[in-house]
């Protein structure tokens, strides 16, 4: 599947956020080793800190159903005016399952404004060998 086929998958997806706090859309799609796309979209809540991010949703979502291998992630932000990427805290959660070489595209608009990887973006990631996948 194309990333721009997969992008377009996240920014359905944003239609299903839950964000009457921040009005800040996010979707995400997660494209998995058995082809399956997996989409997540933001869930806030009253008690602010519980706010669940789209990225984190797809993720918990698609290993759930059993499949922890990821081929490429795409993000959507369409409530933005520039692409804006995963947070901190969802990073670290990407890198538990997907491998340094992993695609990621993001974007605010009808097609993809950027790409990184997974090593871009925790360039020195460590203490995988504590995890047995
Ligand atoms: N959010 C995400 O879903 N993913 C990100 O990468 C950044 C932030 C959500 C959390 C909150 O619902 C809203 O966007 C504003 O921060």
């Known amino acids: 599947m194309e990333l721009e086929e997969l992008y377009r998958e ?3 997806a944003a239609q299903n ?4 706090y921040s009005k800040f859309r996010v979707g995400a799609a997660l494209l998995c080793g058995d082809g399956t796309v997996v989409t997540g979209a933001n869930v806030e809540n ?6 669940i991010c789209a990225e984190r949703g797809a993720i918990t979502a698609a290993v759930s159903s059993g499949r922890r ?3 490429a992630l795409a993000i959507c932000t ?8 995963l947070c901190g805290a969802c990073r670290q959660f990407l ?5 340094p070489t992993l695609p990621i595209a993001f974007g605010h608009g009808d097609s993809i404004g950027a790409r990184t990887t997974m090593k871009e973006l925790m360039p020195l990631d460590s203490l995988h060998e504590l995890a047995d996948r």
């Open 69 to 71: 291998k990821f081929l």
């Open 17 to 20: 956020s839950y964000s009457p």
């Open 78 to 85: 369409p409530d933005a005016e520039y692409p804006v990427c």
């Open 46 to 51: 009253r008690s602010f800190g519980l706010t």
């Open 95 to 99: 890198s538990e399952f997907a491998d």
């Open 10 to 12: 996240a920014r359905k």
